[in-house]
Each structure stands twice: as structure tokens, then as C-alpha cells.
């Protein structure tokens, strides 16, 4: 089992300097550090997995989609945008040196248009299908996440998540699923986690008001005996958002300070991580 920190904890906009991250992360203990493609291109993507390797740290990335490039549109035009500006994410975290690419990929975050969700549904699997090539050759595993009702109505369940990912027809894209967005829609999330054993691919943490894993009511232990029962071995990746008022964070409505410091909150999480999931695998 393998612990990581998104970076945008610290950060206050998509394009501020890792090293001062990186630095951190390693200091604390972290196997590795995620990392938003919204702010990494081409340019900068060779050089930042350097500085990640000489921390010490591993790379896994998010990115998300915009309506310009949504994979589920009706026009083949849109979805064609879609599926190159995938194509160009999927070859920016193999440059990072990174096996691990997920996020919000099936649908743009916040479009909704539940009447035709079914239709939709079929051509986001037949956009993100055509991915199997860039990412068989790239050596990179691509997670479909499940989010809650707020961000989409496309995957706001792991059983959404996973069936849309079982019917790209690639063994190369499997789901990423949060404690957040799963305390929101999951009755039970344990029971989610078992049902998607065959396409589990990367596990977001947080605490139910996006916070340090530990200090609130979701239930992290159960999620462990899950992971552990479906023989699990991946990421545990602790995605917070805690800060009122960051830019980066602008679009998940965080008015207030949800903790007081990042970094003791980072330090506060992998020590709880260590003791609750290190028996997993």
C-alpha cells in the first residue's frame, strides 16, 4: 500500500512551484505526491518528475474536463476534442514518469442533462474506449471518478462508475473512488468498494467535510476491511481541500477554513492512514 497527498492541499493556484511541495510531502513521509494536469504541460512535465524522484516522491495525476472537450456530447466534433485533450493528458503523466491518471474524465464537472444520461452514458464509454491504444503504450491506467450529485449526474455512484468503465471495453481504465463523494451517495461504502474489485484503480480520502481522514464520522476502518477483502494494493491518496477562499479550489465551495494549517494536516492524515490501512496489503 502506497500513501500520497494531492498537492493542492498547499496550493493556491494550478500552476504555483512543487518543490516547496515535494519538499513537504517528502519531509512528512508521503510514498508520493498527486498532481493536477490543469496546471502542467508539456513544457514543464519532464522536469517536475525529476524534481518529484529527487524527494523520493512518486507521481499520480488528476485532470478534469470542460464542456468544450465532453465525451458524452452528441456532436462527434466535441467528443473528438474530448478525446485529444485526453490523449494529451494521458502522454503528459507519462512524461511525469507517472503509471496512474484519473479524475473527471467521463463527463465535464457540473454539466447536467440526466434526461439523456443513458445515450450520453454509451458514447462517453465509446470516447474513452478509443483511449486503449495511448494508454497501453504509455503504460498508464486511467480511473473514471465517481462524484456526487452536485458535480455530475453522469458517475454519482461506484456501480455508475464502474459499469461505465467496464463498457469502454479496456482493461486500461478502471474507477477512482472518494470517501467524500461515497459518504454523500453510497449507503453503505464498503459495500460499494467490494462490488468494484474488478475495476478499482486509485482511492481518494478525505473526511466527510473534506478534511483530515480521522477526525469526523466516515467510517475509514470498514473501507479498509474492504480494500483489504478485494485484495486492493494501490494508492491511498488524501485529497483535502481545506482552505476558505483559494482559487484552486474556487469551483468546491470551501467558505470556511475546514482545518487550520495544510501541512499539520497532512502530517495529522498519513499518521492516521499508517495505523488504519497499512495492513492491507
Same mark, same amino acid.
Given at each position: +500500500?502506497?500513501? =500520497?497527498?494531492?498537492? =493542492?492541499?498547499? +496550493? /493556491?493556484?494550478?500552476?504555483?512551484?512543487?518543490?516547496?511541495?515535494?519538499?513537504?510531502?517528502?519531509?512528512?513521509?508521503?510514498?508520493?505526491?498527486?498532481?493536477?494536469?490543469?496546471?502542467? =504541460?508539456?513544457?514543464?512535465? /519532464?522536469?517536475? =518528475?525529476?524534481?518529484?524522484?529527487?524527494?523520493?516522491?512518486?507521481?499520480?495525476?488528476?485532470?478534469?474536463?470542460?464542456?468544450?472537450?465532453?465525451?458524452?456530447?452528441?456532436?462527434?466534433?466535441?467528443?473528438?476534442?474530448?478525446?485529444?485533450?485526453?490523449?494529451?493528458?494521458?502522454?503528459?503523466?507519462?512524461?511525469?514518469?507517472?503509471?496512474?491518471?484519473?479524475?473527471?474524465?467521463?463527463?465535464?464537472?457540473?454539466?447536467?442533462?440526466?434526461?439523456? /444520461?443513458?445515450?450520453?452514458?454509451?458514447?462517453?464509454?465509446?470516447?474513452?474506449?478509443?483511449?486503449?491504444?495511448?494508454?497501453?503504450?504509455?503504460?498508464?491506467?486511467?480511473?473514471?471518478?465517481?462524484?456526487?450529485?452536485?458535480?455530475?449526474?453522469?458517475?454519482?455512484?461506484?456501480?455508475?462508475?464502474?459499469?461505465?468503465?467496464?463498457?469502454?471495453?479496456?482493461?486500461?481504465?478502471?474507477?477512482?473512488? %472518494?470517501?467524500?463523494?461515497?459518504?454523500?451517495?453510497?449507503?453503505?461504502?464498503?459495500?460499494?468498494?467490494?462490488?468494484?474489485? %474488478?475495476?478499482?484503480?486509485?482511492?481518494?480520502?478525505?473526511?466527510?467535510?473534506?478534511?483530515?481522514?480521522?477526525?469526523?464520522?466516515?467510517?475509514?476502518?470498514?473501507?479498509?476491511?474492504?480494500?483489504?477483502?478485494?485484495?486492493?494494493?494501490?494508492?491511498?491518496?488524501?485529497?483535502?481541500?481545506?482552505?476558505?477562499?483559494?482559487?484552486?479550489?474556487?469551483?468546491?465551495?470551501?467558505?470556511?477554513?475546514?482545518?487550520?494549517?495544510?501541512?499539520?494536516?497532512?502530517?495529522?492524515?498519513?499518521?492516521?492512514?499508517?495505523?488504519?490501512?497499512?495492513?492491507?496489503?
Amino acid at each position: +500500500m502506497k500513501f =500520497g497527498i494531492h498537492a =493542492g492541499l498547499w +496550493m /493556491k493556484t494550478w500552476e504555483d512551484d512543487l518543490a516547496p511541495i515535494f519538499a513537504t510531502a517528502a519531509e512528512i513521509g508521503f510514498d508520493g505526491a498527486e498532481v493536477s494536469l490543469l496546471g502542467i =504541460g508539456r513544457d514543464r512535465a /519532464k522536469a517536475i =518528475g525529476v524534481l518529484a524522484a529527487q524527494y523520493g516522491l512518486e507521481l499520480t495525476c488528476s485532470t478534469g474536463l470542460g464542456p468544450e472537450a465532453d465525451p458524452t456530447s452528441a456532436d462527434p466534433v466535441v467528443r473528438k476534442t474530448a478525446e485529444a485533450v485526453l490523449t494529451d493528458a494521458i502522454e503528459v503523466t507519462a512524461l511525469l514518469g507517472s503509471k496512474r491518471l484519473a479524475g473527471v474524465v467521463a463527463a465535464p464537472w457540473g454539466v447536467f442533462d440526466p434526461l439523456n /444520461k443513458t445515450a450520453r452514458a454509451e458514447r462517453s464509454a465509446q470516447t474513452l474506449g478509443l483511449l486503449d491504444g495511448v494508454l497501453a503504450y504509455n503504460g498508464v491506467k486511467l480511473g473514471i471518478e465517481a462524484l456526487n450529485r452536485f458535480e455530475s449526474d453522469m458517475t454519482s455512484t461506484a456501480a455508475e462508475t464502474c459499469a461505465l468503465a467496464r463498457a469502454t471495453g479496456s482493461k486500461h481504465i478502471g474507477a477512482l473512488l %472518494d470517501s467524500f463523494h461515497m459518504n454523500i451517495e453510497e449507503k453503505a461504502p464498503s459495500d460499494a468498494i467490494r462490488a468494484a474489485k %474488478d475495476t478499482l484503480c486509485h482511492y481518494h480520502v478525505s473526511e466527510n467535510d473534506r478534511g483530515v481522514p480521522g477526525s469526523g464520522h466516515y467510517d475509514f476502518p470498514a473501507d479498509a476491511a474492504a480494500l483489504k477483502e478485494i485484495g486492493y494494493t494501490g494508492w491511498v491518496v488524501a485529497e483535502m481541500f481545506i482552505i476558505a477562499g483559494n482559487p484552486a479550489s474556487r469551483d468546491l465551495n470551501i467558505w470556511r477554513d475546514i482545518e487550520p494549517d495544510p501541512t499539520r494536516a497532512a502530517t495529522q492524515t498519513l499518521a492516521y492512514l499508517r495505523k488504519v490501512f497499512s495492513d492491507v496489503c
